[in-house]
């Protein structure tokens, strides 16, 4: 990995030991590798370092998800802001990623930011140090393989509820090895179960640990609002089929895997509706580059097979009548280009 020079471990050497109060943060809405990897960094720097450190996050998050704070010392307090000496921004590419309430205090505060993301453009300006790599299933394996270098290239000295914070990043983003997986994925999974990180608990808490809601919820949505039009296919989550089945944040995690297991469809959309605008989460197989619908439309990006956006009721679109229309229109548009391009 290109990002894993000398001179940056250096810098993230020199920028960590010299801070004494560390706030880690990551992106709004935070996912399964975002909570994996703010938490093992949590952990290797209170446990292994003995640093001062709180995670900046939101208050609502994953009912099923929130196990991997546990130990973590967590706020969405921006006051913690005020004493740290150190930001180490995980899981995302620009600050506008943070939750809205935590965007401008972080930009304003003074103390040097380390950026450690597995997406494409980061926005080098906004940060003193980028560890930047695409070509890797999660940010919580990017961290994994920082952690190991700066440790003297071994695993000795890092708290086993940091290695099983990042085997539950990266099982969560690659859809348990489903997707993203390269030869370096496998071997940091193979090196964590050496180390003794129990695999079969986090497949327990992660996969088979919902509410019955969750599979009531899906069944519902993929028989009354799942559209399937040619090579892609849709499905609409309102705020009413949400309160309907009683969804909290996280339950419908993975719903828009499911259409890609249709022969036909090479493109999955979910559209979830929430105060003024739709959460847009974007699946494709193979050889479709999603992420560029994504920036097209949405308002988002990421990475080739796996993105997400945001689409504005108001001014993208001027009501939620209108969303199958705008989301037809510009799907086809893309897939045209993409069947010109291959």
Known sequence: MNCLQHDSISRFKELVHAATNVVVVSHTHP?????GCVSAMYHYLSYTLGKEAAVLVERDLSSTLEFILNGVRKTDDISVLEG???????????????AEQFEDPIRQCRAPKILIDHHLNPCKEEFDLIFSETAISSASELLFWILKKVQGDTLRGLSKRALTALMC???????????????STLEMASQLLAAGVDRDDIIRRIFNSYRSNR????????DNHLTISGSYAYITVSREVKKKFGIREGELEGLVNIPLSIKKVKVSITLTEDDGYYRVSLRSKRGIRVNRLAAASFHGGGHEQASGGRLYIGSDIPSREVLPAYVEECTARFLHSEKERI
Do not use: E, H, Q
């Open 84 to 98: 740290c000496d150190l930001i180490i921004a995980l899981d995302f590419n620009c600050l506008s990623r943070t």
């Open 215 to 222: 599979v009531k919820a899906i069944g519902y949505l993929l």
């Open 31 to 35: 996912d399964g590798d975002a909570l």
């Open 169 to 183: 990043g990266m099982t969560t983003d690659t859809n348990n090895f489903a997707n993203s997986v390269w030869p």
